[in-house]
């Protein structure tokens, strides 16, 4: 089978846009870091050698200075690095962030009915993490490895080609070690963010649903569902963690079979005269501590960078899924008013939502959509929020076909008030605003015509709503989601069952709310059949089983005594 091509490179260059200079800065004091463990390397050997009584070219007065000299230079790659390389890390890190929450934004709005938040939850927060640490952090030890590597072997070479190729023989087993152990441990990583995302899901439906687990009792079962996903999170972390270890074990014992047999055959060639002096095997074993330190930690670098790709690659994939088509015409204006035509749409094959559904919603009017539960009324007005582009017919606003409007264009002519309205923990105001800059008396025409000028004077506009605006009542929160609509200046404002959790009074005042405002096309669908409010819509269109059965005003909808009727006696 053939394996999936992913694209993660729009991602992994977030790394290093507007911020290659400093990966530069930090790669060039990284390899000077490394020239200067070797020139003290060789500093050693022609102190040992010197005072072996060895022949050198230099004195120990003239020693001593290149020695201060090396020492002064190092300590210049240190400063060099604690500037550069943590503002790298920081600034690439947040560009990673940045560019996955705009993907993410780029998703259509009935996107999350079918995907589940905590893998984005999970994706922003440890899976970065692990890339933080695995992926950016080991870019720098990696390069100093590798050069560490070559100059040594190198000057290895340099100094006595046998004892080099005796070095290389033996490093083909680390390097046998990194092969064999890496894919385990990307599939190990992989397993963690899988089992964390719906250890994350768990934890939310936990807290989200309190009160419906408080209430029937369910304490003891959703506790044993979340101690089954603790387990599951802790076996698979023991797992990575094992992997871990045996590859650090595996590549220390091979390191020290490394040295070991260097040091003897280096020991060997000093003892028989053939022209290795002491000095050459301790430099040699110091070169050879640069040979396995590679040898030792790229094999975990190289595993932990496959493993933070795999999660990256994990993340672009369900980030290219249900993306919303932006289309090309940039609309701005409804003139004439919406029309549905011949309408289809099932979210499961051969099982139809809405059947051949013919409406229009004329510009500046009223609406109103009623119907039994399960009848397609939300569904339509996803429909003409684009939520959904699987659809046969047409939805055409003015002469626009929705499937070529823009997006933004899109979202620049509607507001939509859900049944559950989000609200943020900041203040009133933030919440009416959506923390964009808006004049006084914009504000305040929307807070006057959504009815929250009582609120506004009892609390004050910088009053904090609380996690998911605890600190509010329904019908509070339902009124800052009007004035959101009436903020942006909307002209279609959709409503779905947005009194549907309130009480009797207050779902009558929100209803009030929305018909009182004035230069909107307004299209509520209602599960509230009060005859008082229904009067005042311009129609009401009644669905049953994904069809439009009836259409008209109130009185026109009572006098035919059909379905509506029914729905509407039954109600009383």
């Known amino acids: 089978m053939k394996k999936e091509k992913i694209n993660i490179r729009p991602y992994t260059r977030q790394f290093y846009r507007g911020n290659g200079w400093r990966f530069a800065l930090g790669v060039g004091q990284t390899i000077l870091n490394a020239g200067c463990n070797l020139m003290i390397a060789w500093l050693i050997q022609q102190v040992i050698d010197l005072m072996s009584g060895v022949d050198s070219p230099f004195t120990l007065g003239q020693l001593g200075g290149l020695v201060l000299a090396a020492m002064a230079l190092l300590g210049i790659t240190y400063a060099c690095a604690y500037w550069s390389t943590p503002r790298f890390i920081s600034r690439a890190i947040g560009q990673y962030k ?139 972390k023991e797992v990575r963690r094992k992997i871990s270890i045996l590859i650090q074990m595996l590549s220390a014992l091979s390191g020290i079979l490394v040295q070991l047999g260097v040091f003897l055959v280096g020991a060997y060639l000093a003892l028989s005269g053939k022209g290795v002096t002491a000095g050459t095997v301790l430099v040699f074993v110091q070169l050879l501590n640069y040979i396995l330190q590679p040898i030792s930690t790229i094999p975990g670098y190289l595993a932990g960078y496959r493993s933070a790709r795999g999660l990256i690659q994990k993340l672009a994939k369900a980030l290219d899924e249900n993306v919303q088509d932006p289309g090309t015409r940039r609309k701005t204006e409804l003139k004439d008013g919406i029309a549905v035509q011949h309408l289809w749409f099932s979210y499961e094959q051969d099982k139809p939502i809405l059947k051949d559904l013919n409406c229009t919603f004329d510009a500046g009017k009223s609406y109103a959509i009623v119907g039994a539960s399960g009848s397609g009324k939300s569904t339509l ?84 709503c609380g996690e998911n605006g605890v600190n509010l009542s329904g019908g509070e929160k339902q009124r800052i989601s009007i004035a959101r609509s009436l903020l942006r200046k909307a002209q279609i404002l959709l409503a779905d069952e947005v009194t549907a959790a309130l009480d009797a009074e207050t779902s009558y005042q929100v209803s009030d709310a929305i018909l009182n405002l004035e230069d909107l096309t307004r299209i509520v669908v209602t599960h509230n059949l009060d005859g008082s409010l229904l009067q005042r819509y311009d129609r009401i269109l009644t669905m049953k089983s994904g069809e439009i059965v009836e259409s008209g005003t109130f009185e026109e909808l009572m006098d035919r005594k059909g379905y509506f009727y029914s729905l509407y006696t039954v109600s009383q």
């Open 381 to 464: 007005l996803h429909m003409l929020t684009a939520s959904y582009h699987g659809y046969t017919g047409s939805i055409a606003y003015d002469d626009v076909e929705l499937r070529d409007i823009r997006s933004d264009a899109l979202y620049d002519m509607l507001s939509v008030i859900q049944q559950n309205v989000f609200i943020f923990n900041a203040s009133i105001r933030d919440n009416i605003t959506m923390f964009s800059e808006f004049s006084d008396d914009e504000v305040r025409r929307a807070i006057r015509l959504s009815g929250l000028s009582r609120l506004i004077e009892e609390k004050g506009e910088g009053y904090l």
């Open 98 to 236: 940045n560019f996955v929450f705009e993907r993410l934004t780029q998703k259509g709005i009935a996107a999350f009915s079918s995907e589940s938040t905590s893998l984005y939850i999970s994706a922003l927060s440890n899976d970065a993490a692990a890339i933080e640490t695995d992926y950016l952090n080991n870019l720098f030890g990696m390069v100093n490895g590798i050069f560490l590597f070559v100059a040594a072997l190198f000057m290895m070479f340099w100094y006595n080609p046998v004892l080099t190729f005796v070095s290389i023989g033996i490093s083909f087993l680390p390097i046998l070690v990194s092969v064999l152990t890496s894919g385990r441990a990307v599939t190990a990583e992989k397993r963690v963010s899988e089992v964390n995302g719906q250890y994350m899901s768990s934890l939310q439906d936990s807290l989200m649903g309190f009160s419906v687990i408080k209430s029937f009792r369910a304490e003891k079962q959703m506790a044993r569902m979340f101690q089954e996903k603790v387990k599951e999170v802790s076996e698979a």
